[in-house]
Structures are given as C-alpha cells and as structure tokens.
C-alpha cells in the first residue's frame, strides 16, 4: 500500500522502512482490474529483475513475479475500512540478494550499480548468493472523519546458493489528525488514500489545511550467518496544505539502530519539503 501511494500524496516525506522489501520500478507487464463496484482491486504483473534506477537489467535470465489484492471493507461518508494483501516472488540475474535502506530520507535500495549515496545505509544484508527470494504482506487503513491510520507488516525469505533459509521482516504503523477537520480519500483505482485538500484554501479567507502524523517503522535483516542490523524510526509530522496543489511538510526522525555487533547508535533528522505539483 505504501508502494502504490504517489509520491505527490505521501503523508511523510517518505515511504517507511519495509519498503526496502518491494521491487518497486521494475520493467515489465501488468494487469489489473477492480471488483464489487469498485470496492476490491486485483493486480499481477511479470517484469525482468533486477531493474536499476536507470531502466537498466543486469543480464537476461532475472525475472520477478508479483501481485497484490485490496478490499474496501466499509465505506459510510467519511469512515472507511481497508485491507489488503500483497506476494512477490523474484529471481534475480544477477544471482545476488540485497536488502537495505537509509533511515527515512532517500531510498535506492535496488540500484545494483556501484553509487555513493548522500544518506547511507543504515542497515545493510550485504550481497547474499541466491537463486530466488520472495515477500509476503498484510496490509491495514481506516479513516473516521480527521483521523487516519494506516499500517502493513512485511515477512521475506531468502534461498541461499549455500546454507538454509534466511527470514527477514519489517513493519509500520502511522496516524494522522487533520486539524482542520478535512479526511483523506479513498482513491479505488489504487487501493490507496491520497491527500487531504483544504476546506478553505490559504488566502484572505482561510489557512489552508493543517496535519499533525506520527509514526513508527522497523526493518530487520539480520538472521543467521546475516548481520545486517535492526532499525527503527520514529517521525513526527506537520504538514501544511496550501490548496490542491501546494503543500509545505516538516519531519523529525528519531532512528534506532541495533548493530549485531552489540555497539547499538541513534540518530536525529530533520527534513523539510515545498512541493508544488499539478
């Protein structure tokens, strides 16, 4: 659900951490289609992997599987319900897995060219030699007037060339409150939410829309012969909606990292944004 929430209409400045998890801009094909009266949403698609942030493939023999399906559960004026599920299944050219992410400012996790990044990877797998890895995900939203959660729980396997199994997992949870009073609405051709738009736009007659959001993110990759470290995030979030297209958005990050070498870190970030888009 993250995934297929545009950028234009985050809630944060990101996505969360288990992100790292989804083969997000491959090429390929898709289908997709929705369901009782647009309540439900199926999609499936095949595409060559792995894919770099430049369209790129990494020889000729990767390929990835992956699908996702959504229900609208209730849906009365302004409260609505929301759950949804998602599998991918990858085998990748370059016969290597790696799993990893910043702290929630920038992702690259898939470029498999030799690129420094200016935030680095706070946790990392390292290269693992693998035929194949796969991704399961849950997924859960809800909106009762101001108010919006959202949340998914993501669980992935790793094959090895050698040794056994390899599970790694990861998590978030987020809520919002629109000071305003405006709600955030249900888009049925995605299965997602977008952004909120102000009552009274920002001008002589009104401020806009205001937002306060918080959340919570782990990633975890570390199992077995794999260090690859623990993280988690706390951000706070003001968002202030100028009109429909204009909306100004501050984060504080709080990050927890747990080294399997047992010398755990914090660290503080502050982000800001202007966004203008049409």
Not at 35 to 63: H, I, K, N, Q
Not at 81 to 103: C, D, F, K, M, Q
Request: contains cysteine; hydrophobic residues 40%; negative net charge.
């Amino acid at each position: 659900m993250d995934a297929q929430t545009s950028v234009r209409e985050l809630i944060f400045l990101e996505r969360s951490l288990p992100f790292a998890f989804v083969p997000f801009r491959q090429i390929g094909v898709g289908l997709y289609d929705k369901a009782l009266e647009e309540r439900a949403t199926w999609a499936l698609s095949v595409y060559r992997f792995p894919t770099d942030v430049f369209g790129d493939t990494a020889g000729d023999s990767g390929y990835g599987f992956s699908t996702r399906e959504t229900l609208l559960l209730y849906d009365d004026d302004r409260s609505t319900i929301h759950v949804g599920g998602g599998y991918t299944y990858n085998r990748p050219a370059t016969e290597v897995a790696r799993l990893r992410s910043p702290p929630e400012v920038g992702f690259n996790q898939l470029d498999f060219r030799a690129t420094d990044f200016p935030v680095p990877f706070f946790v990392d797998s390292g290269p693992i030699a693998t035929d194949s890895y796969q991704v399961i995900n849950a997924e859960l939203a809800l909106t009762r007037g101001p108010w919006f959660a959202q949340s998914e729980v993501y669980f992935a396997r790793v094959d090895p060339s050698t040794g056994s199994g390899l599970n790694f997992n990861g998590a978030y949870a987020q809520v919002a409150y629109a000071l305003t009073g405006e709600t955030h609405p249900y888009n049925p051709a995605s299965g997602a939410y977008s952004r909120i738009t102000p009552n009274n736009d920002y001008g002589p007659c009104g401020l806009g829309a205001w937002e306060v959001a918080g959340r919570w993110s782990r990633l975890d990759l570390t199992d077995g012969a794999v260090a690859g470290g623990v993280m988690n995030d706390l951000t706070f979030g003001l968002n202030w909606y100028l009109n429909k297209y204009t909306k100004f958005q501050f984060n504080y990050i709080h990050v927890f990292l747990e080294r399997p070498a047992g010398v755990d870190s914090e660290a503080d970030v502050l982000a800001l944004r202007a966004q203008l888009d049409f």
